[in-house]
């Protein structure tokens, strides 16, 4: 006490004595400015400020690691001696009080914090705020990431790694060193290498994981909220757990930070689940969720969802970029270890990214979509990644008031119900698409509308795409559209995004331009150029099938695809090859 008593005295006396020196000699000052820069620091003992020049070599030095080198070959100036003053307290301060050690003579250091800007939508770092993000150009994207360094506190990687090198955690295969191919194959039991999913639910939900679910997986289902993601899950869950394909029951858990056990149950009640291996757990810490799932050992682990979970000891509240980060890191080691599959549920921002980093999806193994159109009960479940598959497959499922249903045959869910009363309706036709390796049948409708305005409003098909269609009627096939406001839809809300679609939305223009209602049996198949010629589209063989089983007694294709399809049996389909879309109007567009 005596020693810190002496040494605030030796402060004071150097304050004072500093300040004097400038008041005296202004010219000094300014030369003290120019190699010094006055540093202010909270004397603890007294509880005051303490003032103090550090030259621009010590300011650096001093936010160096941790020193008691005071040897620093200063002259004998009295500022300096004032500056060896405060550090020579600062070292009896870290003898005296331990904890304060980053206080006095390594004062600079202690308030080290970073501030480090973070793009939300790309993840890039960058140490200075920009209107937008230089790597992927957002606007108003960069979020600012504080970094404390408090010395002995662990960095957010070091949490992540460290809550999964827990003893308990079973050794991982890569640990012991390279392997040869043929080595890993002989113990890998290709039975157990993806774990069946039973039922009509089950096999939809499969085949968007690539044919079951991988041990160890990291999936990250994404989606708007009230789409049904937690309902998607709960189902999953309910599967896994009762495990039917392979007759043995074993725990799944289900961990939610958005909802208690209760409004949980509640809903596994209404949708009639009610295994007995689901275990519902709701935290929002998930050191404290990856313990309990351990301590279950669970068959699969479910996390609704990954923006509420929060890391002890990780810079910023739960929802934030490091968070997320650091949260899907461990929870990645955890699966790749424990041989655990995880879900994680994101949220999905305005502009349809899933909410937090853009690292999120490089870090897990596969990220599933569910989209749906908000008055619409169906639901569509795809895969925008797999690692451990194709991502061209599409789930189809319809939420009933006891949750996700597969749909039986999907392939007419885009075809309006009124359908049958076409044959009075001009402005419909059908296209024929592929989706994964599905097939679709949707409904595109057009409205010509001469006289009032010349406007277009397009719904579901690309304003490009269409404009190049009317325009190629106008030139190649001679139709009269100048004069005429024209809209066009898809039913139900979808999107053709596949060329395969141009025929029927030409053949729709057509139909309602001439007045000419088209039967309700004819489908359309083809891409269109700007001469007016029909092209080729991939799995011809395929659309075409799908079509006659579906009941369509004509279905219209280019004429290549006409030849190679021609000697093959569908069923009592009339596949009718047209060359340009002259030839269209010409064979169906006609009365006989
Ligand atoms: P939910 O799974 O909570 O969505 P998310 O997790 O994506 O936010 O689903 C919410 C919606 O689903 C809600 O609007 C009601 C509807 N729903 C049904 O229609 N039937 C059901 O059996 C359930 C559970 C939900
Ligand atoms: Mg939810």
């Known amino acids: 006490m005596q020693i810190a008593n002496m040494r605030t005295f030796q402060i004071l006396y150097s304050r004072t004595h500093f300040r004097n020196l400038i008041s005296t000699k202004p010219n000094l000052y300014k030369t003290i400015n120019r190699f010094y820069s006055i540093s202010t620091v909270y004397d603890p003992v007294n509880g005051c400020i303490v003032t103090k020049p550090v030259t621009m070599s010590e300011k650096s030095k001093l936010s160096q690691p941790e020193s008691n080198n005071h040897d620093d070959g200063s002259s004998n100036s009295d500022y300096l001696d004032a500056l060896k003053d405060d550090r020579s307290y600062g070292s009896v301060l870290k003898s005296n009080q331990g904890n304060w050690s980053s206080f006095g003579g390594n004062s600079i250091k202690k308030s080290k914090s970073k501030s480090t800007w973070v793009c939300s939508e790309c993840g890039y770092a960058d140490g200075q705020w920009w209107g937008y993000c230089r790597e992927c150009k957002n606007v108003n994207t960069m979020k600012e990431v504080v970094e404390v360094d408090n010395g002995g506190k662990v960095s957010g990687f070091q949490v992540s790694e460290k809550i999964v090198q827990q003893s308990w955690l079973p050794k991982g295969k890569g640990d012991d060193g390279p392997l040869r191919l043929t080595d890993v194959n002989k113990r890998v039991n290709h039975s157990d290498w993806r774990f069946p999913?039973?039922?009509?639910?089950?096999?939809?939900v499969s085949r968007v994981l690539?044919?079951?679910?991988?041990?160890?997986?990291?999936?990250l289902v994404g989606g708007d909220p009230g789409v049904g993601k937690s309902t998607l899950m709960l189902q999953i869950a309910a599967i896994i757990a009762e495990g039917?394909?392979?007759?043995?029951?074993?725990?799944?858990?289900?961990?939610?930070?958005?909802?208690?056990?209760?409004?949980?149950?509640?809903?596994?009640?209404r949708m009639d689940i009610s295994t007995d291996e689901l275990f519902l757990y709701s935290s929002t810490d998930l050191e404290d969720i990856l313990i309990k799932a351990h301590a279950?050992?669970?068959?699969?682990?479910?996390?609704?969802?990954?923006?509420?979970?929060?890391?002890?000891?990780?810079?910023?509240?739960?929802?934030?970029?490091?968070?997320?980060?650091?949260?899907?890191?461990?929870?990645?080691?955890?699966?790749?270890?424990?041989?655990?599959?995880?879900?994680?549920?994101?949220?999905?921002?305005?502009?349809?990214?899933?909410?937090?980093?853009?690292?999120?999806?490089?870090?897990?193994?596969?990220?599933?979509?569910?989209?749906?159109?908000?008055?619409?009960?169906?639901?569509?479940?795809?895969?925008?990644?797999?690692?451990?598959g194709s991502t061209d497959e599409l789930g189809v499922f319809e939420m009933s008031p006891s949750g996700l249903k597969a749909l039986k045959n999907p392939s007419e869910i885009f075809v309006s119900d009124g359908y049958s009363d076409s044959e009075f309706l001009a402005g419909l036709a059908i296209a024929v698409v592929m989706d994964g390796s599905r097939t679709f049948v949707i409904?595109?409708?057009?409205?010509?509308?001469?006289?009032?305005?010349?406007?277009?409003?397009?719904?579901?098909?690309?304003?490009?795409?269409?404009?190049?269609?009317?325009?190629?009627?106008?030139?190649q096939a001679g139709l009269k559209l100048q004069s005429n406001a024209i809209f066009l839809n898809v039913v139900s809300g979808a999107t053709l995004t596949e060329t395969a679609g141009d025929l029927a939305v030409a053949a729709a223009i057509c139909s309602s331009f001439l007045e000419f209602p088209i039967p309700s049996n004819v489908a359309f198949i083809g891409e269109i150029g700007l001469g007016g010629e029909l092209r080729m589209v991939p799995k011809m063989e395929k659309r075409v099938s799908t079509v006659a089983k579906l009941g369509y007694k004509k279905c219209v294709v280019p004429e290549p695809a006409a030849e190679m399809l021609r000697g093959l049996d569908f069923g009592g389909i009339e596949v009718l090859g047209c060359r340009n879309l002259k030839d269209v109007i010409n064979s169906v567009f006609i009365t006989r």
């Open 197 to 204: 999913l039973s039922g009509l639910f089950g096999d939809e």
């Open 210 to 219: 690539g044919g079951g679910l991988v041990p160890g997986s990291l999936i």
């Open 443 to 475: 409904e595109v409708q057009a409205l010509c509308a001469a006289g009032s305005s010349l406007s277009r409003q397009v719904n579901g098909v690309q304003a490009g795409r269409a404009d190049m269609i009317i325009s190629v009627l106008m030139k």
């Open 296 to 388: 279950l050992c669970p068959r699969a682990l479910v996390i609704d969802s990954i923006q509420t979970v929060h890391l002890m000891g990780v810079t910023g509240s739960a929802g934030g970029i490091y968070q997320i980060k650091e949260c899907t890191a461990a929870l990645l080691r955890f699966a790749k270890k424990t041989n655990i599959p995880v879900f994680l549920i994101g949220h999905v921002t305005k502009s349809g990214d899933i909410a937090g980093p853009r690292v999120l999806e490089h870090i897990v193994d596969a990220v599933l979509y569910m989209e749906g159109e908000q008055h619409s009960t169906h639901r569509l479940l795809r895969a925008f990644k797999n690692r451990f």
């Open 244 to 269: 039917k394909e392979i007759g043995k029951p074993a725990p799944v858990l289900y961990v939610s930070g958005e909802e208690s056990v209760e409004q949980i149950g509640n809903r596994a009640d």
